[in-house]
Nanobody, 119 residues
Framework: QVQLVESGGGLVQAGASLKLSCAASGRTSSNINMGWFRQAPGKEREIVAAISWRTAYLSYRDSVKGRFTISRDNAKYTVYLQMNSLQPEDTAVYYC????????????WGQGTQVTVSS
C-alpha cells in the first residue's frame, strides 16, 4: 500500500497562485508515477499533470500548460503542483494519485484538497 497526504488547497482570486504538495509513503517503488487529478462539481475526474520518477517524463492537460508545473522531491517522495494564473474554471477538488509503474491505472489516491478560484 502507498499512502498519500496532500496539502495546499484554498480559496484565491483569479490570477493568483497556489502550490499543492503530496507526500507518498509506504510501498513506494523507484518506478513510481505520481499525478494530480481534479474533479469539479458535476464533472468527471480528469488528469491535470503527471510525473514519472524513473524517466522524469512530465505530462499536462492542455488547459493548464504554461500555467501549472509539476515537480518532485526524490528524497521525500513528494510531488508538487505549482498553479499560477488560476482561473475560476480551475475550481475543483484536486487529488494526488500514484501507481508503482509507468503504465496502467493509478491505484492509490489521496483524500483530496479543495481549490476554489473566485472571479
Amino acid at each position: 500500500q502507498v499512502q498519500l497526504v496532500e496539502s495546499g488547497g484554498g480559496l484565491v482570486q483569479a490570477g493568483a497562485s497556489l502550490k499543492l504538495s503530496c507526500a507518498a509513503s509506504g510501498r513506494t517503488s523507484s518506478n513510481i508515477n505520481m499525478g494530480w487529478f481534479r474533479q469539479a462539481p458535476g464533472k468527471e475526474r480528469e488528469i491535470v499533470a503527471a510525473i514519472s520518477w524513473r524517466t522524469a517524463y512530465l505530462s499536462y492537460r492542455d488547459s493548464v500548460k504554461g500555467r501549472f508545473t509539476i515537480s518532485r522531491d526524490n528524497a521525500k517522495y513528494t510531488v508538487y503542483l505549482q498553479m499560477n494564473s488560476l482561473q475560476p474554471e480551475d475550481t475543483a477538488v484536486y487529488y494526488c494519485a500514484a501507481r508503482n509503474s509507468d503504465y496502467g491505472k493509478y491505484e492509490y489516491w489521496g483524500q483530496g484538497t479543495q481549490v476554489t478560484v473566485s472571479s
